[in-house]
């Protein structure tokens, strides 16, 4: 269907539905290395079956900065961990925050909240390391580092003494979920998130963060009526900032792009929608026909991944949802659409012209997956899959193996294949390093052992109810980082 102001062209390869590599792949992948992190990392089961530790909204779980690379989690003992290494292979070193436990004086879901993680950044302007963590619809949790920090790794005393105290930097706009850190164009620091909770108006909003004076400001609101935004937004190197979305229920994948490092914002054709500080208004659901570029003729539920841009800054998304050319079966419940077995994973980009373009990946799906490209445009996707039949929840799975798939930039991405599956079992969801994949070509990604508990009699209260306090633990599993390199022929 094309949408006013949205040229959309389809590319549809022809499909074999299997988890079998292909051989004739013309990618060798090679694991180089592999990192234990925490071999007691915090693991989380409650009904929903998900973990804490990978999750796909956390813009930077995993990233490298000046022979650097810097991983956050939360530890067995429910603390908020930040460790460095020197890269290739140094040695781990580990900061625990002791004076903050997730979940903790929460009497029911929060300590068990898999939307609870946590966020990294880090500002090449003053060095400084940023850390937003959990809150679900909760007040703004946030420490931040010393200048140069990051800048000068070497001169500095890695220990809790290095950060602030725990505090927020949103004041008034109350609660937040899902913060996420955007390093923009001009080496500076933008907080992504989404404000307010069920009841209220449940913006996105950006903020800005000064490094000379160390204060964040501007904040402003981008799109209302609680609309979902992509997992990765970044800036191209043409200094646009792209932002793809979708109000659940419709069906319909939306798109802005802002030229001015998010203070006003345009649509497909280049029109204004939200000028510049205008702080009042923001896009919502009636602007529907105006922002939509896809839609899912057969889905009225559109899962988001990872976004990137390649080297000229067009936009690349990967979604799930039930492709047009299948009839899908009626639902058993409202959860199912989170675990149709019709669903599929769909590669959209947008040319230079403003016309978007499909291509389905062969398989069904796993959970949120991760887009990137290397410096010829080639793409790669990476995700997990289910081991076992277990449909229900399918983006929440106990027992994962990791999936690399690539689609070649000659094809114009219509040639999706599947070359390597990393076995588990895993519980995260797929979370890469992407500093460190284009400065050296060194996949870096974020795993979590499963573990072998039973989660199908979790402890209870005494009214009956599962105890998703802290006082239901599960056991701890060792957290790694995986090393690859993707040589193509």
Known sequence: MNLPGAPFSVLLPMILITWACDS????AVTKTGESVVDTEALTIWPEQQCAINGQAFQQEVLMTFQEYQYVTWYDKNRQVCLGRRHIPDGKWEVIRFSDYIFGAGDKNYRAHDAHNTISMGICPADG??????????????????????ATKPGSIKWTPALFS???????????MTYPRFIITPDSKLQLFYRAGNRGGLQARVIHDYDPDTGKWGGARNIIADNGYTNYYTRYGTDGLLHLLFHWRGTGQLCYLFSDDQGKSWKLNGGKTILAAD???NCVRTKHLGLVSVIRAEKATHIMLGGQYMDSRSRPHQIVWHIPDHIEPSKPVDNRAVWGRQESRYHHYWRDENGSWHKSLLPGPVGNRAKLFFDSNDNAYAIFMVNQTDEWKYNIYFKKGDLVIATASAKNKWSD??????????????????????????????????????????????????????TKHVTPPTPLRILDFKLDRK
């Open 24 to 27: 004739r792949a013309d990618v």
């Open 128 to 149: 400084t390391i940023h850390l937003a963590f959990d809150h679900h619809m909760h007040r703004m949790n946030y420490r931040v580092s010393s200048k140069g920090a």
């Open 165 to 175: 105290k725990v505090h927020s930097v949103i004041g008034s706009r109350g609660l």
């Open 278 to 280: 205008n702080r009042e």
């Open 416 to 469: 999706w294949k599947l070359i390597h599956r990393e076995p588990g079992p895993f519980l995260n969801q797929a979370m890469f390093d992407d500093a460190r994949w284009k400065t050296d070509g060194v996949l870096s990604v974020i795993v979590q052992n499963s573990t072998d508990s039973d989660y199908k009699n979790p402890p209870r209260t005494s009214k009956g109810k599962i105890d998703l306090t």
